[in-house]
């Protein structure tokens, strides 16, 4: 049955689960408890969540084009994750967890640690450093309760962007060393509390131009490591997601930058080759080391100045759409974690969270607060989707 915003405001009101005004739901059957393993990308397709889809159909009906309003509407079934990047983005969650189809799996991106985006401003969060308690209490055990109340769900968790890699890499920022412990005790509770039989857990590793360096693959897979013992290896963990947001191709040669002057000291030039030295790195680590790759943006090549640019590349199109036929036996699935449309950071300078990169050349303008609808940049998506809609 589908509930529009009237009838589920009417659901609301009788306490059968919450929901904004703003998002319809498709209300499924009850499924039976749910037991994953291996890869839960195999027999599941990734659901298409209501958040994403109701940007998406709004999107599409703004557009005069027809024929790029139809194509727009294909987006909206596109599975992608939904992004719990507050503690009130919990309020929903219910509703979406009770709305995916028995046969299909939600993912989802834990993303509320104290100190959020220590290396950057366009991400800041709302939990300032030190507050770990409330990380572990109003968010982790909160998200905990609602999916402990949909075991017939299946999930896939996607923990905290950034947040790892960052400690390898931007260690010497005074924010990142202010976040240190929040960040490393704060993922190891995650993963502790989110070792549930329908939930597999995937945590963050950068990309290929980040922890695919010769020198930061050993230190970053023993990062990785180091936290998921002190969580006492959970056995829902089944590895890690590269690209999350990111630009870079799955498959390249030559890579995007390897002929640049540096290129020689970094051998993961792709997403793929990246997979395969980091799955090796993490072994050795003893970390669990099956990968997702986030293809939703990274259709078209060479747009970047940098390879550490980050903003709203400019040119950019929706990639491959979420699959489990990546041909390459480490990698469980492509997926969209990054929901094509939402801005990574606003392009405006006097703004409290405006981040340089934001303003670089080869970003988008003008471009809205990270997280919130950019229509321009989703049509510029869409007419440069590989394949196309
Ligand atoms: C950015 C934003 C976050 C949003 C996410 C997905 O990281 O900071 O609020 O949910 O992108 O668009």
Same mark, same amino acid.
């Given at each position: ?7 589920? !405001? ?8 919450? +929901? #904004?005004?703003?998002? *319809?739901?498709?209300?499924?059957? @009850? /499924? ?121 769900? !299946? ?8 947040? +790892? #890699?960052?400690?390898? *890499?931007?260690?010497?920022?005074? @924010? /990142? ?121 990274? !259709? ?90």
């Amino acid at each position: 049955m589908k509930f529009s915003a009237l009838l589920a !405001a009417v659901t609301l009101a009788t306490g059968a689960y919450a +929901l #904004p005004a703003n998002e *319809t739901v498709e209300k499924r059957a @009850t /499924c039976s408890p749910v037991t994953l393993s291996g890869n839960p990308f195999t027999s599941r397709k990734l659901f298409a969540n209501s958040h994403y889809g109701d940007y998406v159909k709004t999107a599409a009906a703004a557009i005069t084009d027809s024929t790029l309003s139809s194509q727009a509407l294909k987006v909206a079934d596109v599975g992608s994750f939904l992004w719990l990047d507050t503690i009130s983005a919990l309020d929903t969650l219910d509703g979406h967890l009770k709305s995916v189809p028995c046969d299909q799996v939600i993912g989802i991106v834990v993303y509320d640690l104290p100190g959020r985006d220590c290396a950057a401003k366009a991400s800041n969060g709302e939990l300032a450093v030190g507050q770990l308690s409330t990380y572990k209490s109003s968010y982790i055990d909160a998200l905990v309760k609602i999916i402990k109340a949909n075991t017939g769900t !299946a999930i896939v968790a996607l923990v905290e962007p950034d947040s +790892l #890699p960052n400690l390898v *890499t931007n260690a010497d920022l005074s @924010t /990142c060393k202010a976040s240190k412990t929040g960040y490393e005790d704060g993922v190891a509770y995650a993963l502790k509390s989110l070792n549930l039989p329908n939930v597999v857990q995937y945590v963050d590793a950068g990309h290929g131009g980040w922890l695919g360096w010769n020198d930061n693959l050993k230190p970053g897979a023993e990062e990785l490591a180091k936290v998921y013992k002190a969580a006492g290896s959970p056995k829902n963990v089944r590895g890690f997601a590269t690209n999350v947001a990111g630009w870079n191709a799955w498959s390249k040669t030559p890579g995007e930058f390897e002929n640049a002057p540096d290129g020689q000291w970094n051998k993961a030039q792709d997403e793929k080759r990246y997979v395969s030295l980091f799955s090796a790195a993490l072994k050795t680590a003893g970390f669990p080391n099956y990968a997702i790759v986030d293809t939703g943006r990274n !259709a078209v090549q060479g747009l970047r100045d940098e390879w550490g640019d980050w903003c709203n590349v400019n040119g950019a199109g929706f990639g491959v759409r979420p699959t489990s036929s990546t041909g390459d036996s480490q990698t469980d699935a492509f997926v969209w974690v990054k929901p094509g449309g939402e801005s990574d950071g606003t392009s405006d300078s006097t703004a409290n969270r405006y981040d340089s990169f934001c303003g670089k050349a080869d970003a988008y303008k003008p471009a809205p607060e990270a997280g919130t609808w950019n229509q321009a940049y989703f049509e510029m998506l869409l007419k440069n989707a590989i394949p196309q809609f």
